[in-house]
């Protein structure tokens, strides 16, 4: 469930289609900026109610795995 919000988050930020995406798509695959993650990482507050990303979270994640694995430890908290 996470993992199918995270890729329709992606798809309509990187305007591709949601099933394209997988749990091994990195952030470089998509072609992502700083910018772009910012927004990503607001849209995924609004979606899970996790609270803003701090640069030290989103230092670790690079993948699509990553991001489901850290928002899915803030879900479950």
């Not at 470089?28 to 990482?41: H, K, M, P, Y």
């Not at 607001?42 to 690079?62: K, P, R, V, W």
């Amino acid at each position: 469930m996470i993992f199918e919000k995270i890729a329709k988050i992606l798809a309509e930020q990187f305007g591709v289609a949601a099933d394209s995406i997988s749990m091994d798509t990195s952030f470089e695959d998509l072609g992502a900026d700083s910018l772009d993650v910012v927004e990503v990482t607001m849209a995924l507050d609004e979606e899970f109610g996790i609270g803003e990303l701090s640069e030290d979270d989103m230092s670790g994640i690079t993948s699509v795995a990553d991001l489901v694995r850290f928002v899915s430890g803030k879900v479950e908290d």
